[in-house]
Each structure stands twice: as structure tokens, then as C-alpha cells.
């Protein structure tokens, strides 16, 4: 069997080419809405972030971005920093939020193989800079994530409020009623009241989740200012429940190292039951892929040679077709007979010929031909002013048929493009999006490649 390393380091590949391949959800049943992941609900950021933990066997901390993967930093502060100028980037300056995840790789031998999305915290009210829509917004976004069968939610509270006000835990009731995908986690217990404490809700007494409670200790505003590492604040956190009179009892069940287990065997566990959807869905965009270059065409060789063989032999497709509209092969040729047999003759009938060679016309003319010397014989400059005048008037039902047999002309070459290769790349944009759906395609075989290496039924 898969060992939790190899089965979670998969699902944290497919989501790194989900967001490469710009599928963030919310488009029917996408491959991002079917891969098991933890959201944590009740932290305030206005980007969803991805936090991939990659259990490491040495070396020193640090940590990539999706969007700037040739940068290793090993500053954490430079990557707070990062995370908010990623989010400007986006969203601009101000607070807006936006649904397009940042992508996070922590790389550290004191973690534990995990992913976690980290979601906007629920709001109540807009504050200065956000639209009047913020609240609703955010709620739909976290409910886009939350509500798929497939979801983890971890719904963060603070200890030092009523649990009967938690908004995280008010909407992990609505879309997890039974329980079943929640773990509650209760942070700031060290800043509870003197004489408080949360043994009500971390025994499970005043609210009850299938999975236990677990309380956990931040590091304070303080120890961030002084830069305290993470490991000298899990050491400082073991030893506030190790040394509670409260919570000694619990001290091994508490902590954000235990939760960090807890939930990473949770997850092993359910992307087991999901392998089977997750390698069905992948073939299922495989095949959609496949059908799309079908229909637009596979790309043609990069060397000149095979080009020009393309482009010739699409040429004289192109050409063969068109020549059978035209001589009655294929349907549009009659149209052009139509004009010089119908349209022209019908419109030749009309024009005002008997007005213009009339007996009383004709002698006008020739009379305004002859000047102030009349002739014995009429002169040529009359006849020709009668053939002009007489010409004239064809002008306006030839244009006419030459727009008509233009027009029919043109949409036989667009049913000749659309019935040869030609249309794949005039009318789609041809080798760009073939080069496109070939990458996605490259990506989802090496996906299903790589589960079918490590997964074993």
C-alpha cells in the first residue's frame, strides 16, 4: 500500500497543476472540487492560500511560492511579505478579496506531510475600501470550499469568546449537520480570563463534534515582533498544557503538533476513499482533451518542410472543395446561376428604356448633337450620347449582381474552410490552442501516471 508521505505528496501535485491549469473550482464537477483537502475556516486573509507542509529528512527550513518557483525563501517574515504583496497583486491595495489561490510549499523536517487551504474569515460588516457585498462574497467563498463532500473543515474559534457565537462553527453546522468533516480547534487559551477555562468545549461537553476538540497556543504579537522560530513557540506551547493545571491532563491531545497528525492521518484516510473518483475524473478530462484535438486538429510538424506539405495539401483540399460548390458537387453553385438567371434579366425588365429611345428623346438628343449647323445626316456625337444615356442606366443592377455573386462567393469559402482542415486553425487559433490542450494533457497522463506508481488496490 501507498505509504500517508506518497499518497498526500500526490493529491498536494494535482492541486499545484489544478491552479498551473487555472481550475480554482466553482465550474461544475472540476478535478480541484474532487481532491481532498483541510479548509481552515476563521483566519482573516483575502486570498485563499494553500499550505503545502513537506516533511523533509534534513536541511534547513524553507519555503516556495507557485508563482515564483525559482525562489527558495528561507526568511518567514519575507514570505508574510510575499503573501501580501501577491494578494495586492490581485486584488490591488485594497481590501478586496479575491477567489484565485496563493500556492504555499513549506519544506521542513518539523512538519508533517499536510495541505491545508486557508480561507477568508467571515465577516459581518464592510469596512472602509470594501463593497457593500463583501459579507455575502466571502461567505460564498468559503461555502464553495466547505460544502464539498470531499472537504475537511477545521473551524477555528478563540477561547475567549462564547463558542455559541462562533461564525466558523455556525457554518460548519449548516454544511456538516452530522459532524462527520469537522474538527474544532480553540486557539487563545492562553488569554482567557483568570479563573476561565475551555474544558467545557475541548471534553466536548458544551458542543459535540465527532472528532475531538483540540486546543492550541499561537505564538503572541510579541513573539512575532522578536521573531521567535516556530520551533522554540511549539516548545513554549508544549509546555503551557504540560504545566496547566487545566489542561494537564489533556496535554497529550493538545497542541498544534498533534493537530497537525491528527489531521494529516484523517486525510490519508479519505483520499483513500477518493482515489477511485479522483483516477475516474482524470480520465474523464483526459478524454474531453483528446475530443478537443480531435476537433481542432493535432499540431503539424515544427520543421519547414512538413509545414509547407500541410499547408499544400490543405490548399488543394480547400480548393477541391470549393470547386464542388461551385459545379454542383456541393450545394451554393445554383445561387450564382440564380443571379445572372433571375436577379439581372428581372432587373433589366424595369430599367426605362422606352422613355430614353422614344421617337421624342431621340430627336432631343440628336437636335442638341447637331449645334447651330444642322446636318444632313445625324452625327455620330448623338448616337453616341444615346448609347451612353443607355449604358448608364445598366450600372445599378450589375453592381447589384456582382454583390450578389461576391456574397455567395464568400460564404462559399467559408463552407469550404469549415468542411477542410482550414477551419482549425482560421477559425479556433489552431497550433496555440492545440500546444495548450496538449500541455494539459501532458499534465493529467503524468497525474495519472504517478497514482497509478503509487497507489495499490
Known amino acids: 500500500m501507498a505509504t500517508m508521505t506518497s499518497l498526500i505528496g500526490l493529491i498536494n501535485k494535482i492541486q499545484r497543476a489544478c491552479t498551473v491549469l487555472g481550475d480554482h473550482g466553482g465550474e461544475g464537477m472540476s478535478l480541484w472540487e474532487a481532491l481532498p483537502s483541510v479548509a481552515v475556516v476563521g483566519i482573516v486573509t483575502r486570498r485563499p492560500l494553500v499550505l503545502q507542509l513537506h516533511q523533509t529528512e534534513g536541511g534547513t527550513d524553507y519555503a516556495e511560492f507557485l508563482h515564483a518557483p525559482r525562489k527558495k525563501f528561507t526568511d518567514f517574515a519575507a514570505v508574510r511579505k510575499e503573501i501580501s504583496d501577491e494578494t495586492d497583486r490581485i486584488t490591488g491595495k485594497s ?49 464553495s470550499y466547505v460544502e464539498k463532500p470531499s472537504c475537511i473543515i477545521l473551524a477555528i474559534s478563540p477561547a ?4 455559541a457565537t462562533s461564525d466558523a462553527i455556525k457554518l460548519a453546522r449548516e454544511v456538516d449537520p452530522s459532524g462527520e468533516r469537522t474538527f474544532g480547534v480553540l486557539t487563545k487559551l492562553d488569554l482567557m480570563d483568570k479563573g476561565t477555562n475551555a474544558l467545557e468545549v475541548l471534553e466536548g461537553r458544551s458542543y459535540r463534534l465527532q472528532h475531538p476538540w483540540v ?19 511549539r516548545r513554549k506551547e508544549r509546555e503551557y498544557f504540560e504545566t496547566s493545571p487545566e489542561y494537564g491532563h489533556l496535554a497529550s491531545k493538545m497542541g498544534s503538533e498533534y493537530l497537525a497528525k491528527l489531521l494529516s492521518q484523517h486525510l490519508e484516510r479519505v483520499i483513500r476513499q477518493r482515489i477511485p473518483s479522483i483516477i475516474a475524473l482524470i480520465n474523464k478530462n483526459i478524454d474531453e482533451i483528446n475530443a478537443e484535438l480531435d476537433r481542432i486538429g493535432r499540431p503539424i510538424g515544427v520543421d519547414s518542410g512538413a509545414q509547407l506539405y500541410t499547408i499544400l495539401e490543405m490548399c488543394r483540399a480547400f480548393e477541391r472543395v470549393f470547386k464542388e460548390h461551385l459545379d454542383g458537387g456541393r450545394a451554393g453553385g445554383d445561387r450564382i446561376y440564380g443571379v445572372f438567371d433571375h436577379q439581372l434579366p428581372a432587373a433589366l425588365k424595369k430599367l426605362p428604356f422606352d422613355r430614353h429611345l422614344s421617337t421624342r428623346n431621340v430627336q432631343k438628343v440628336v437636335s442638341e448633337a447637331d449645334g447651330y449647323q444642322p446636318h444632313l445626316i445625324a452625327p455620330e456625337q448623338g448616337y453616341r450620347r444615346l448609347i451612353d444615356g443607355s449604358i448608364s442606366y445598366f ?29 482549425k486553425f482560421l477559425v479556433f487559433g489552431g497550433e496555440n490552442l492545440c500546444i495548450r490542450y496538449k500541455i494539459k494533457l501532458f499534465i493529467w497522463n503524468h497525474i495519472l501516471s504517478s497514482i497509478t506508481q503509487h497507489i495499490l488496490f
Open 215 to 233: 486546543g492550541i497556543v499561537n505564538r503572541s504579537q510579541a513573539d512575532i515582533n522578536k521573531n521567535v522560530d516556530m520551533i522554540a513557540a
Open 95 to 143: 481590501k478586496q478579496i479575491s477567489n484565485i489561490p496563493i500556492q504555499l510549499s513549506i519544506y521542513s523536517p518539523n512538519v508533517v506531510n499536510l495541505t491545508l487551504i486557508d480561507l477568508p474569515g467571515l465577516t459581518k460588516v464592510a469596512v472602509e475600501g470594501q463593497p457593500e457585498s463583501i459579507v455575502e462574497d466571502i461567505e460564498n467563498m468559503v461555502r
Open 160 to 163: 475567549n469568546q462564547d463558542i
Open 395 to 423: 450600372k445599378g443592377p450589375a453592381e447589384a449582381s456582382v454583390d450578389a455573386v461576391h456574397f455567395v462567393l464568400k460564404e462559399l469559402v467559408r463552407k469550404s474552410i469549415a468542411e477542410t482542415e482550414v477551419s
